[in-house]
């Protein structure tokens, strides 16, 4: 059984001052979804626990100044209800739909799920696409990050000890008239994610393309934009052909960045079939 002192801050700011002190002994409860796992495992061993569900500065989800802004501390049931998320980050939305168990999506934050850098981590790919800041605060102040690159790697971020994610900055999906999230697991529902994507684009009257961003999840050591798939289908009217020869690129950026492995025998197939699910719609 591992031993910790469990803390609950009144205030953001009390939270930071502890961890200025404490924060290489001490881990972040914020749902708690993959903290649990991770104490009954033994992978972490912090002596404190802090726990920031119930702080007010990290939660909201309001649109400001021509940006989406969503709290840290916001749950993957409130992003799956939010109007305002599904008029402008419908991707994002909708990934909170399929996100774990109903039980699990009540607690679970998204501050929480882009933390743990898990390389299946639902929400990153639709925030790729968002070209998504991050707020961070410590005792020292605040920073502004990408979301691009904040996963070092698998379960590795560039987060210090002592910041704690206080929102997320999205840039809206203003002009756009296709936007979806999809996954692969091994079974329909509750399922981790072996293969993710996203997309948002326009498509304009006579089919051409202008503007299309993409990202790839859970098949790569992180979540990545795939600017391959971007380059090859913007400024044009995409076709069945070239939906398929779309697919043959993402499958070759993959092993490009993960070496071909056992499992390419079908995973190469899955990621050029899920994308041409995806982008079916724009035929």
Known sequence: MIDFEYLRPESLAQAVD??????????VLAGGTDLAVDLRQGSVQPNYILDLSRLDELKGIELLNGKLCVGAGVTLSEIYESTLLQQYAPALQKCAASFASKQIRNVATIGGNVAHCSPCADTLPPLLIHETKMVLRSKKGSREVSID?????PYVSTLRPDEIIVRFILEPSMNT????????????ELATARI??????????DRSIPFLRFALGACTPTPQRMQIIEDYLVGKAPDARMLMEAGDLLAERMFEITGRRASAIYKEPAVQGLLLRMLYPLL
């Open 177 to 188: 008239n296709f936007a979806d999230f999809q996954k692969i697991g091994r079974r329909k």
């Open 18 to 27: 502890f961890l200025a002190t404490f924060g290489n002994e001490t881990r």
């Open 196 to 205: 993710s994507m996203a997309f948002m684009a326009r498509q304009d009257a």
């Open 149 to 153: 690159g904040f996963a070092s790697g």
